[in-house]
């Protein structure tokens, strides 16, 4: 069984960054298209970015367009999502998860395997 274990949450001030990790076992890394979602208390989960294994390309929500980067590390089985600028609003649980597609990645539905969730916390 596909595995992904998220880290690199905290707690941080407004304008600050954080990089979050996701590294997968158990599973062909290359072959998963990666993303990122979040889920803020009383919210429902929401795409934040997603990378393709096919051809790295990157897809952002726009509430995170230009301060978030996704990247993907295949000799180390990691994706990596680098936050900066955070803002209040960034405060929720975020998932790592993986697909076999390359496609309709906004979607978590296309998803066959997620992570546990780590807490990212931004104060004012």
């Known amino acids: 069984q596909v595995q992904l274990v998220e880290s690199g949450g905290g707690l941080v001030q407004a304008g600050a960054s954080l990089r979050l990790s996701c590294t997968v076992s158990?599973?062909?890394?290359?072959?998963?298209?990666m993303g990122w979602f979040r889920q803020a208390p009383g919210k429902e989960r929401e795409f934040v970015a997603a990378?393709?294994?096919?051809?790295?390309?990157?897809y952002y929500a726009d509430s995170v367009k230009g301060r978030f980067t996704i990247s993907r590390d295949n000799a180390k089985n990691t994706v990596y999502l680098q936050m900066n600028s955070l803002k209040p609003e960034d405060t929720a649980v975020y998932y790592c998860?993986?697909?076999?597609?390359?496609?309709?990645?906004?979607?978590?539905?296309?998803?066959?395997?997620w992570g546990q969730g780590t807490q990212v916390t931004v104060s004012s």
């Open positions: 990378i393709s294994w096919s051809d790295g390309r990157t």
């Open positions: 998860a993986a697909a076999s597609r390359d496609y309709g990645l906004g979607n978590q539905d296309r998803y066959n395997y």
């Open positions: 158990r599973g062909t890394f290359s072959t998963y298209s």
